[in-house]
C-alpha cells in the first residue's frame, strides 16, 4: 500500500501568519491517465471531512483562496496563508492513484 | 444542494452484522461512484469501498474484503454497506462520500460500536 507521511503532525500557528504542511508517498502519484489524484481535506471538530484540494491544485469551490495545494511525483504541501480562527482542525492528504487509497495520518493545526 | 445521510450504525456484539445506509439528495445518484471511509475514535480516516454508478465497478480495502459488502439501489438514490463478522477494531464511525477518487461531499456519519 502507499504510504503518506504528513508533516508536521502538530502544527501551532499564529493568527495571520502562514502555515504548510508537508505531503510524501511512497510511490509516484501520476494515474496511466496523466492525472495526479492528491487530496487535501479539512475535518474542522466535530465535523465530517470538507475536501479542500483535488488533484494536487484544483481548490474546492467555496474555499478561501487562502489555501493552495502544489507538488508533484511524490512530494505535496498544502499551504494556507493568513490562518484564521476557522482554520483549527486537522488536515489530511490522501491519495487515490493506487488502489487502495489511502490517507496520510493528519496535521492539527492549532492556534498560538 | 448535496445532501448524504447516513444511518444504520449502532452497538453489536463482535461477530454481528450491520447495515448501513446512505441517503443521497440533489445530484443524480446514478451519475456517480460512491464509497465508504471511516473513522476510529480518535484516529485517522480509512477508504473502505467504493461502487460505480451502474454497481458494476466496486473495491474495497483489505481490512474488509470479504467481510464488508457494498451496494447501491439507484431507485432509491441509497448506497449500503453491508458488514458481517464485526469485530472490535471495526468500532468507527462510517461516512459515505460522493465520487471514488475524490471525494467531494460527505455525510454526517453513523457511528458503530463492536463490544461485548
Known amino acids: 500500500d502507499v504510504v503518506m507521511t504528513q508533516s508536521p503532525l502538530s502544527l501551532p500557528v499564529t493568527l495571520g501568519q502562514s502555515a504548510s504542511i508537508s505531503c510524501r508517498s511512497s510511490q509516484g502519484l501520476v494515474y496511466s491517465n496523466g492525472n495526479t489524484y492528491l487530496n487535501w481535506f479539512q475535518q474542522r471538530p466535530g465535523q465530517s471531512p470538507r475536501r479542500l484540494i483535488y488533484?494536487?491544485?484544483n481548490r474546492d469551490s467555496g474555499v478561501p483562496d487562502r489555501f493552495s495545494g502544489s507538488g508533484s511525483g511524490t512530494d505535496f504541501t498544502l499551504k494556507i496563508s493568513r490562518v484564521e480562527a476557522e482554520d483549527v482542525g486537522v488536515y489530511y492528504c490522501?491519495?487515490?492513484?493506487?488502489?487502495?487509497?489511502?490517507f496520510g495520518l493528519g496535521t492539527r493545526l492549532e492556534i498560538q | 444542494q448535496v445532501q448524504l445521510v447516513e444511518s444504520g450504525g449502532d452497538s453489536v456484539e463482535p461477530g454481528g452484522s450491520l447495515r448501513l445506509s446512505c441517503t443521497a439528495s440533489g445530484f443524480t445518484f446514478s451519475d456517480y461512484y460512491m464509497s465508504w471511509i471511516r473513522q476510529a475514535p480518535g484516529k485517522g480516516l480509512e477508504w473502505l469501498s467504493y461502487?460505480?454508478?451502474?454497481?458494476?465497478?466496486?473495491n474495497y480495502a483489505d481490512s474488509v474484503k470479504g467481510r464488508f459488502t457494498i451496494s447501491r439501489d439507484n431507485t432509491k438514490n441509497s448506497l449500503f454497506l453491508q458488514l458481517n463478522s464485526l469485530r472490535a477494531e471495526d468500532t468507527a464511525v462510517y461516512y459515505c462520500a460522493t465520487t471514488a477518487r475524490e471525494p467531494q461531499f460527505w455525510g454526517q456519519g453513523t457511528r458503530v460500536t463492536v463490544s461485548s
Open positions: 488533484r494536487v491544485s
Open positions: 490522501m491519495q487515490a492513484t493506487h488502489s487502495p487509497w489511502t
Open positions: 461502487i460505480s454508478g451502474n454497481s458494476a465497478d466496486t
